[in-house]
């Protein structure tokens, strides 16, 4: 499996490598120049703040990441989707490779984005949490949106991937958007966006992820025949 993640890493890093240098300037500019020395900031400047924060974030990790779908055309365009029917690889361990790939990626652009956003809770004085908890659920909500994309492209082909991946990534942020904005309305609101933020995540992730596996491993295996 180490080599079949190798590869699609490789695929990738000069986009991702490229991207995140384009986005560091804005954050280290936001990070270091949007407070004043000794002025304190009021409530709707710091949420205007954590919410910029969280844009950059998401830019980061939801657009980088999605250049992890460029390994399936690669795959397509240099011959490996046929080239693997030869080798003594699962189609288990196929699928698997490219979710522990899109895993690795997402840890990085989120470790990437926790770094600023910690540097600019405590060079703005703004809230720590929620700069803390804002790209952990973006990753996971990102590989939940990710995973299923991949056994569909294996079992359909490739052609509508990216339609398909804007779709769903809309379909999240609006969601996302929506129980925000409605759970805020009642009134232990921040327990209540915790529990559906912090946990239901790393939930949808896990789940996504199982489901993925499963379908993918039938899409795979039915290619390899």
């Known amino acids: 499996m180490k080599g079949l993640v190798l590869k ?9 490598f490229l991207s995140v240098l384009t986005m560091i ?3 280290i500019a936001f990070t270091f120049l949007s407070g004043e020395e000794g002025v304190g900031l009021g409530e709707a400047e710091t949420v205007c703040m954590v919410f910029f924060f969280g ?3 998401y830019i980061n990790i939801c657009l980088f990441s999605s250049f ?3 390994t399936l055309d690669s795959d397509v365009n240099c011959g490996w989707s046929r080239i693997v029917r030869t080798f003594p690889v699962s189609g288990n361990t196929m699928v698997m490779a490219k979710f522990v790939a899109t895993g690795l990626v997402l840890a990085i652009l989120t470790g990437i984005s926790l770094i600023f956003n910690i540097v600019g809770s405590f060079v703005n004085s703004l809230p720590l949490e929620p700069l803390i908890a804002i790209p952990v659920c973006i990753g996971f909500l990102q590989a ?12 359909h082909g490739t052609k509508c991937t990216s339609a398909l991946y804007i779709v769903v990534e809309i379909l999240m942020v609006s969601l996302a958007a929506f129980g925000i904005i409605n759970i805020m309305k009642l009134e232990d609101w921040g327990i209540i966006l915790r529990c559906v ?7 949808l992730a896990a789940v996504s992820a199982v ?10 295996s039915a290619a390899l025949k």
């Open 68 to 70: 992890m779908l460029n």
């Open 8 to 16: 699609d890493l490789y695929s990738v890093r000069l986009q991702i």
């Open 144 to 155: 939940a949106v990710l995973f299923p994309i991949f056994p569909f492209a294996m079992a």
């Open 211 to 220: 489901i993925s596996a499963a379908s993918g491993k039938k899409a795979v």
């Open 197 to 203: 933020f912090y946990a239901g995540s790393v939930i």
């Open 25 to 27: 300037l804005p954050n």
């Open 55 to 57: 844009l950059l974030n």
